[in-house]
């Protein structure tokens, strides 16, 4: 994989090697891109602007800007500090809440992402996956693509009821409406799962711009590929939206991490240890 940027974090009985590759664009219809990506080890995100608020970049970038403020680069993080600052954006976030010109506009964002964190038992590595909204993170073992995260969204609720099939799902007219953002309310419920860092792993964070524009399938066949394509994984994912159409902003991180010996075995979706299910909030992206 062409990437970016790559690191090696030191792990108490191991090591880490992490590489990335990241790229974002405004697509074809929209003039500002109002996602923001953070991409520096130990943690890796997506955070889509509502665009339907105002503000929308400005709340993405204000949770990059907490997370870069609350993460050190380079070494493992906690949980704690995770959620830490997954709250002070929230808090960042509702701040702009009436700065537009408005007055009494509302900004908010999306944010999933994956960060490598030490559990705090003196040997257990995880990857910490959270996700508010319907950005997504995905797993990758190389043959399946499995979709980690659930999406906070009407129609999802929609799919779970078995009011609708999934084909339906991005024709549905509330296919834009989230039920969870940073910015919404005053305390944010963020979806969390721990995933045992070890072997091989990679990971797809990616906004919404990608996946409605993109299947799993293709996604999948892209991932497949050819791994030295000049723009890397992230780049040609971002590509392909928009000669597909590229009708929103697209933002695609691409995370390679080996820890160990990896097990072919074994996958990321075998992995997942929780499971959860959107909670009704408002908003809309």
Not at 51 to 68: K, L, N, P, Q, Y
Not at 212 to 229: Q, W
Request: glycine share 10%; net charge negative; aromatic share 4%.
């Amino acid at each position: 994989m062409v990437v970016d940027d790559e690191r090696v974090v030191e792990l108490s009985e191991a090591t880490a090697h992490i590489a990335h590759s990241a790229r974002s664009d405004a697509g074809r219809v929209r003039r500002v891109n109002e996602d923001a990506m953070l991409a520096a080890a130990p943690v890796y995100l997506v955070a889509d602007g509502m665009g339907g608020h105002a503000r929308g970049d400005a709340a993405s970038r204000t949770v990059v800007e907490t997370f870069t403020r609350h993460i050190e680069r380079g070494t493992t993080s906690t949980p704690e500090r995770v959620l830490d600052a997954i709250h002070t954006a929230n808090d960042g976030v509702r701040a702009l809440s009436g700065l537009g010109e408005e007055g009494t506009a509302v900004a908010g964002t999306t944010l999933v992402g994956v960060a490598l964190v030490d559990t705090g038992d003196g040997a257990s590595f995880h990857w910490m996956v959270f996700n508010i909204g319907d950005s997504r993170i995905y797993g990758w073992d190389g043959r399946r693509l499995a979709q980690l995260s659930v999406d906070h969204s009407a129609v999802q609720e929609l799919v779970d009821a078995g009011v609708i099939r999934p084909e339906e799902a991005e024709r549905h007219p509330e296919r834009n409406v989230i039920t969870r953002a940073l910015g919404a309310d005053d305390v944010v419920d963020p979806d969390i799962w721990l995933i045992p860092a070890e072997g091989r792993q990679v990971f797809l964070i990616c906004s919404d711009g990608l996946t409605k524009e993109l299947s799993d399938e293709s996604i999948a066949a892209i991932l497949a590929g050819d791994a030295e394509h000049p723009a890397g994984m992230a780049g040609r994912l971002v590509e392909a939206a928009i000669e597909h159409g590229g009708r929103d902003n697209v933002t695609a991180v691409v995370v390679e991490s080996t820890i160990g010996e990896a097990d072919d075995a074994e996958t990321t979706r075998d992995r997942r240890i929780e499971d959860t299910r959107p909670r009704p909030e408002s908003g809309e992206g």
